[in-house]
């Protein structure tokens, strides 16, 4: 049932991917991931947010996501979206943490 790569070793505790999954044509696919022993949420955007002139700089590569890019966002699942920050797919991949 699980198809993502997570790691072993993180056990999903609680699954309720389905109910999340219906939003998730709408507002992005929306995961719980694992790096060094911490827990994320990380939701993927399509970066044509109309509402949201903003850009953002990746924290990992301080780079800027350009405009209608698709990406990822990323938060501490623990510390809450408040330290969400917006990631080049391939950056999130080698991330590890963490969330400053
Ligand atoms: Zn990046």
Redesign the pocket.
């Known amino acids: 049932m699980p198809r993502s790569n997570r790691p072993s070793r993180a056990k999903p505790k609680v699954a309720p991917i389905e109910e999340i999954d219906l939003n998730a044509t709408r507002l992005g696919i929306r995961r719980t991931e694992f790096k060094r022993g911490d827990e994320y949420i990380t939701q993927t955007s399509i970066g044509a947010n109309a509402e949201d002139t903003k850009t953002w700089v990746?924290p990992?590569?301080h780079?800027q996501i350009a405009k209608g890019l698709s990406h990822l966002v990323a938060w501490d699942a623990v510390r809450g979206v408040e330290t969400r920050r917006h990631?080049?797919n391939a950056?999130w991949k080698s991330f590890q943490g963490p969330l400053l």
Request: charged letters at 0%; a neutral charge; proline letters at 0%.
């Open positions: 990746c990992h590569c780079l990631f080049h950056c």
